[in-house]
């Protein structure tokens, strides 16, 4: 089976295709819509498909089997992937308004794709749908509820594809059901995330309505007092601009690579230094949090750019957990292994590369499968 994955953003398009869950080529075209890039998403298509022809792999894309497209937010509609149709094209439009970055570019590829080739079946997988599991008091805010029922004001969480691909992954190091293991996963990359996963489920996550919510980030601030976008707002600074794109290791400290960052804070640098350490005391409290939430605590899972090559930061967040029985084994934490808690740790820390896209060929291929059935 030949799927193609495809993660449209506002001025790039991300592919990968795999045949029986193998992944064959992938590729990120950028800059679309600029003077140095593709005039728009249907030519950035079409180069995917001369890419994919020059491989060798298919000659047109209607040698696919499927198409799965990631899509930002599924909101509470979509709980799982589905196989896209008219109606699900107008559910992920209508979500617009909670995602309005993202959705509208998921939407175009999936509107695009669907034209060029009608007949081959194309799914949608959610970055909200892993985190539908959570309970009310996970995902209300203590704020009028009527704002809940009219705009669907909620804790809606992302990442969701990472958080359930290292979930199962974790499950396969630790030669378990994934359904008989708490884990709190971390998924640390330009944005970030934790999910406390309990039997397999998410049961809470750290970002909320929008990614904002939650651990420090590249260049957003996480949780701050809500009074504060309201203060910059009646100063006249942009408070959406400020936090999304100005805060955490950026606002910090000037840097939002990691890589950056340790190397000037190892050459003494106190501001990076200080950066690092408000981004890992943060994962820390969360740590901390989802530990007093699931109880018992398997395996605490870092991934994404930073979880999975920062032995620096997962030091800094490892240290003093071990009254949790989180316990950090160094020597193996420098080498980047998979597994880098102690033998004797009561909780295992597993260091899991993320793969979105592998995730999103292999749901797809599940909604298809079942479909035929
Ligand atoms: P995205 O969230 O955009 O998918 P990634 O998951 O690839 O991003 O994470 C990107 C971040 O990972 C970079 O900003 C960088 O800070 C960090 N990173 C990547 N490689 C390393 C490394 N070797 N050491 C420390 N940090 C790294």
């Known amino acids: 089976m030949k799927i193609l994955v495809l993660n449209a953003g506002s001025s790039s398009l991300k592919y990968a295709l795999y045949e029986n869950l193998g992944k064959r080529v992938e590729g990120n075209i950028e800059h679309i819509g600029e003077p140095n890039g593709p005039k728009d998403h249907r030519t950035a298509l079409f180069e995917i498909e001369r890419e994919l022809a020059g491989h060798g792999e298919i000659r047109a894309f209607d040698e696919l089997d499927a198409v799965g497209h990631r899509v930002v937010h599924g909101g509470e509609k ?39 080739i009608p007949d081959i079946p194309q799914v949608a997988v959610f970055d909200t749908a892993f985190h539908q599991s959570m309970e009310e008091e996970a995902y209300l805010y203590a704020i009028p509820l009527a704002l809940y029922e009219k705009y669907g004001i909620r804790r809606y969480g992302f990442h969701g594809t990472s958080h359930a691909y290292v979930a199962k992954e974790a499950a396969k190091y630790l030669k378990r059901a994934p359904e008989t293991l708490n884990l709190i996963t971390l998924h640390l990359g330009n944005g970030a995330s934790a999910c406390a996963v309990q039997r397999g489920r998410s049961v809470d996550t750290s970002m909320g309505f929008t990614p904002l919510e939650g651990l420090v980030m590249g260049t957003r601030s996480g949780d701050i007092d809500p009074e504060i976008p309201i203060f910059m707002q009646k100063e006249g600074m942009d408070a959406d601009r ?36 408000i981004f890992s005391r943060r994962i820390k409290k969360y740590i901390g949090a989802y530990t007093a939430l699931l109880g018992n605590v398997d395996a605490v899972v870092f991934t994404g750019g930073i979880g999975e090559h920062s032995a620096m930061v997962r030091r800094m967040v490892c240290e003093g957990l071990e009254p949790l029985g989180i316990c950090l084994d160094d020597t193996k934490n420098r080498k980047n292994v998979n597994i880098v808690s102690t ?22 291929e599940t909604v298809l499968s079942v479909h035929k059935l």
């Open 78 to 116: 979509f709980v799982e992937p589905v196989q896209i149709d008219e109606r699900v094209v107008e559910a992920i439009r209508a979500l617009i308004p909670l995602a309005p970055l993202h959705n509208p570019a998921n939407l175009q590829g999936i509107e695009l794709m669907r034209k060029l």
């Open 343 to 364: 033998e004797g740790s009561g909780v295992k820390i597993l260091v899991i590369p993320t793969d979105e896209a592998l995730e999103i060929a292999r749901q797809t």
């Open 242 to 277: 400020l936090l999304n794109k100005e805060s955490g290791l950026k606002g910090l400290c000037g840097h939002n690579d990691v890589r950056t960052i340790e190397k000037m804070a190892k050459a003494g640098d106190k501001t990076s230094r200080t950066a690092l350490k």
